[in-house]
C-alpha cells in the first residue's frame, strides 16, 4: 500500500488509483494550455478548501489525437509535467485504445466511483464514454459537477486546443506560445521534480489516511 504524504504529486493508472474521498478535474489537458490551467487551479483550490486530495485524471493519447482528428500539442510526458507543477495530488492517465474507447460511459462513471469524488470541475462540452455517450447533465446525477467558465484570450476568443493548433498551421507560433503559457526551463524542472511516477510499479493503493 502506498500512503500519499503530499510530499510530490503521485502519477497512476485508472487502475491503480483508489481513494476514500477526493476533487477531481477531467479533460484531455493536451497542452496544457491556459484554459486547462485556469481549471486546473480552480479544482486544486476548490480541494485544499474541502480538505481532500485533488485529483487531475486525463487520457493518453488525447481522444481526438487517437482518433486522427488532430496533432497533439505535447507529450504525455510534458503534460504531466506541466500539471505536476501546479501541485495537484494524483494525476490519474487513462490509456485511451481501441477497447477503452469502446467502454461505455456508465463503465467510465464506475471508475470515478474509486476515487469518490466530492465534487467534479469539468468543462461544459465534455463527454465520455463510447461515442460520447456520456455528457456533463449524466455525470451530475451521479456526482456533484462544476462547470468551468471558458477563459477567453485578449481578442475575445475561447482559448482552446484546437485555436492553437489553428494558430500553429497558420504560423503564428507567438500567439500559440502565448495561449499555452509555455514554461521557462526553471519551471519545467521543478515540475519534472514535483511528480512522482508510480504507472510502471506494482499496483498501489492510494490512501489519503
Known sequence: MFSYDGAQTVILTDRQVSLPRSLVTIGAFDGVHRGHQTLVRGAIRDAQELGVPSVVWTFDPPPKVFFGRARPLCTLEEKL????????????????????????????????????????????????????????????????????????????????????RALRADGDSATAKHLLGADSDALRLSGAMAKHDLRLGEEYHVSSD
Open 81 to 164: 509535467v506541466r500539471l505536476a507543477r501546479m501541485g495537484p495530488d494524483v494525476i490519474v492517465v487513462s490509456r485511451f485504445s481501441e477497447t477503452y474507447c469502446r467502454r461505455s460511459a456508465e463503465a467510465f462513471l464506475g471508475d470515478l466511483g474509486r476515487v469518490n469524488p466530492m465534487r467534479i470541475h469539468v468543462g461544459a462540452d465534455f463527454r465520455f464514454g463510447s461515442k460520447q455517450a456520456g455528457t456533463v447533465a449524466l455525470l451530475a446525477q451521479h456526482f456533484d459537477v462544476a462547470i468551468a467558465p471558458e477563459v477567453r484570450c485578449d481578442g475575445g476568443e475561447v482559448i482552446s486546443s484546437t485555436r492553437i
